[in-house]
């Protein structure tokens, strides 16, 4: 065994402030078995969580959207400027709108919401596990807990009207047998009695079970929401991409915890988008089929007054035939004014859908103005023409121009009334929603397990270092040599201290009489005990030039462990020949007489302690002789506190106390006195004035450096010189020393 008694204080280097690595993953170490302890209690909570937890699946369809059907006219034109396929954000912003969502919400009754009542937490992963015997059972309920679900119960609605106070709040379905069930408000009022199958009203409510599927006695949370939450939770769980740029292709996705439900809903929201862009189709060619057929009549009137003007002209000439030369004039003239005549048709259909900016209405300005610069050209060679001929050019094109125009239009109705019948839209299904039940999307167990151990990982790590933070009790001796105090000794932390005698007087609070509770005795060779046998060799030469053998042991604050330290050092002392008395100073909070062996009161801690204590010898109730009680160990006997008295101060100022502390010196080599804390009370300050020596015990990692400066500068203003200090319950640290400088060296069988 290598000891250390009063060692140099030791240098520090560098800024406090700065962050130490290597201390700090020392601390780390010294942590890892809560560490771990945390992470993996972390981990098991991430485990029943992903078990627990209501998994989600996930319905996915795909729709194809084409470019929009072409219509005679038009959308010839329109292909002319842009062939592209329609925006995928234009079609995606329709599907999940309000007209298409709402109608997924009214054909399924996504309004009504049916949640059956199951057992806190496990419910759910219990009537998930449930496997029924045959279609429709319904799983047993469990201790009797009738009204719960525990697994096969199913409640369909077909009809729910409730009034407007109604909406939003959770009505309650009970199941009372034979198809039968009664419904009540959130306030336990019974509200309708029925059967299923047939509607039933009372109170403003009218309901129509459709499938009822439970135990007598089980519950259900019914809801009737308002249609527009409703919709706005489903527009919420839509997800709609396109796949690829520009393709046209939208994959359409819905999670839910029923699979069936979110099947449904992908299937209602795909079909009702189809059938409205179909009847899109349709109702934009019946609106030109309107338009066309409104300006027949008038382009074939315009015909028959050409033909008339025509057949009058040629009669009044005297002529009928046109010369080669005009007839190819006629000709080319025709077609420019058959153009620009439909092209004004399209432009009064075209300023009822676009804007002057639209690139199709631009298109069109630009081709009217190329074939007037055309038709001036042909003009300019008319003018040339004779004046018979010129006139008869005239009447000519007028009969031409519109008997063509009237064909055109004819032409374009017929075929705007064979789209319109047969209309199938720019969208079309190409994948029906599915759902995968053996791989739900949510919850990733392994992830959820993952992120788990790294939380609870990264919250013990943050535990300890905050922790550590504001704990700024003292880990290294030299923090108190820089007080001025020197360390007489470093005790280790005894395991078997902590573990077995500690645990043991908890349970115990009574010791049996006569018996010692200490370390030094159970387990002498702990190596704890071998540094308090470094203290008694440090002692013996502090105590030379001493006024007294008495030696007063204290703390700056509570749980220093200067109890331990008083008694085992008494002990030690005690087994090297000398006579040693232990006294219980603390008229407060004693407790010395539970590991001394003493004490036959019957109130435990209450107790007086036995008939006579230090209490009763200060205020003259008892003898000296009689107070002090023998111990098993030779040499050492013990004064216990006695009964607690209301002015613990005044007695220890009394005069008695300096007599008796007298005698007791006189009688034995030491006398050790424990004291209470000082920063506590002042009875250590007033017994430190009749001891010849002073120790401080501070304990390793509570104890403060501010606490005990100031502990020694209290003792200094009562005239108590504090000879050093004893540096309790030191624990092995990973960043290089333990117990200031001890080392196991035990002999073989101890």
Same mark, same amino acid.
């Given at each position: ?101 709402? =109608? ?130 489903? =527009? ?231 922790? =550590? ?173 006695? =009964? ?107």
């Amino acid at each position: 065994m290598q000891a250390s008694t009063i060692d140099a204080p030791r240098q520090f280097s560098g800024d406090e402030d700065e962050i130490d690595l290597r201390e700090l993953l020392g601390l780390l170490w010294d942590k890892r078995w809560l560490i771990v302890v945390v992470t993996l209690c972390s981990g098991l909570i991430s485990v029943a969580y992903a078990l627990l937890v209501t998994p989600i699946y996930q319905a996915d369809a795909m729709v194809q959207v084409e470019p929009e059907p072409s219509f005679p006219g038009l959308d010839s034109l329109a292909a002319m400027v842009s062939d592209t396929a329609p925006a995928a954000d234009a079609e995606i912003a329709l599907m999940k709108s309000r007209m298409v969502v709402g =109608q997924v919400v009214d054909k399924l009754q996504l309004d009504i919401s049916v949640a059956p009542h199951r057992l806190p937490v496990v419910g759910n992963f219990i009537a998930r596990r449930y496997q029924p015997q045959s279609e429709g059972a319904v799983a047993e309920p469990w201790l009797g807990l009738s009204s719960y679900d525990w697994g096969g119960a199913e409640l369909e609605i077909f009809q729910l009207d409730v009034p407007r106070q109604l909406i939003g709040r959770s009505l309650q379905l009970e199941v009372i047998g034979d198809h039968r069930f009664r419904l009540y408000d959130d306030d336990g009022r019974l509200l309708v009695e029925g059967r299923t199958g047939r509607p039933v009203s009372g109170r403003g409510v009218t309901i129509q079970v459709a499938t009822l599927r439970a135990n007598p006695g089980t519950r259900f949370d019914v809801v009737r929401k308002s249609r527009l939450k409703a919709v706005k939770k489903v =527009q919420a769980g839509i997800n709609a991409a396109e796949q690829g740029k520009d393709t046209g292709i939208i994959n359409v996705r819905y999670e839910d915890a029923d699979p069936d439900r979110a099947a449904n809903i992908v299937d209602a929201l795909v079909q009702q988008y189809v059938l409205q862009n179909v009847e899109r189709a349709s109702a934009e060619a019946a609106q030109r089929l309107e338009f066309v057929r409104s300006k027949l009549p008038e382009v074939r009137h315009r015909a028959e007054q050409a033909e008339e003007a025509l057949a009058s002209y040629q009669t009044q000439a005297s002529t009928a035939n046109m010369e080669l030369k005009t007839k190819a004039l006629l000709d080319e003239i025709a077609s420019v004014e058959a153009s620009i005549s439909k092209l004004k048709l399209e432009q009064a259909e075209v300023q009822q859908r676009y804007t002057a900016r639209h690139p199709v209405y631009r298109t069109m300005l630009n081709q009217l103005s190329s074939l007037q610069e055309k038709k001036e050209a042909l003009e300019q060679e008319v003018s040339a023409l004779p004046e018979t001929q010129q006139q008869l050019l005239r009447r000519h094109l007028d009969v031409e121009v519109n008997r063509e125009l009237y064909i055109a239009m004819l032409t374009q109705a017929q075929q705007l009334d064979v789209a319109r019948a047969g209309t199938i839209g720019s969208a079309r299904v190409i994948d029906d929603a599915v759902v995968d039940t053996s791989r739900p999307v949510k919850p990733k167990r392994s992830l959820i397990v993952a992120l788990g151990l790294v939380l609870g990982g990264f919250l013990a790590v943050g535990w300890v270092l905050v922790r =550590q933070m504001f704990n700024r009790g003292i880990e290294d001796p030299a923090a108190i040599e820089q007080i001025g105090l020197p360390v007489y000794a470093s005790i280790p932390l005894s395991a078997y201290q902590r573990d077995v005698i500690v645990r043991r007087n908890n349970k115990k609070r009574r010791a049996t009489a006569g018996k010692l509770h200490l370390l030094a005795v159970e387990e002498p060779a702990d190596l704890a005990i071998e540094a308090v046998r470094s203290l008694r060799t440090s002692l013996h030469f502090a105590m030379l030039e001493a006024d007294n053998n008495i030696l007063m042991i204290s703390g700056a604050g509570p749980n220093a462990g200067k109890s331990f330290v008083s008694t085992n050092l008494a002990v030690v002392i005690a087994q090297t020949g000398q006579r040693v008395l232990v006294v219980d100073a603390d008229l407060r909070k004693g407790s010395l007489h539970h590991v001394m062996g003493s004490g036959t009161g019957k109130n435990g801690d209450n107790d007086d302690n036995g008939a006579h204590g230090l209490s009763s010898l200060l205020i003259g109730k008892s003898e000296l002789d009689d107070t002090i009680q023998h111990t098993p160990v030779e040499g050492l006997d013990f004064i216990a506190r006695g =009964q607690v008295p209301p002015n613990p101060s005044e007695l220890l100022m009394h005069a008695n106390c300096t007599d008796l502390l007298r005698q007791m010196s006189a009688r034995y080599d030491l006398v050790i006195v424990d004291t209470p804390p000082i920063l506590a009370v002042t009875d250590a300050a007033i017994i430190g004035n009749q001891a010849g020596t002073s120790l401080l015990v501070a304990r390793f990692g509570i104890s403060q450096a501010r606490e005990i400066e100031l502990a020694k500068q209290r003792f200094e203003q009562n005239r108590v010189h504090i000879k050093g200090a004893i540096f309790n319950a030191i624990e092995k640290r990973a960043n290089g020393y333990y117990g200031y400088g001890y080392y196991d060296y035990s002999s073989a069988g101890t």
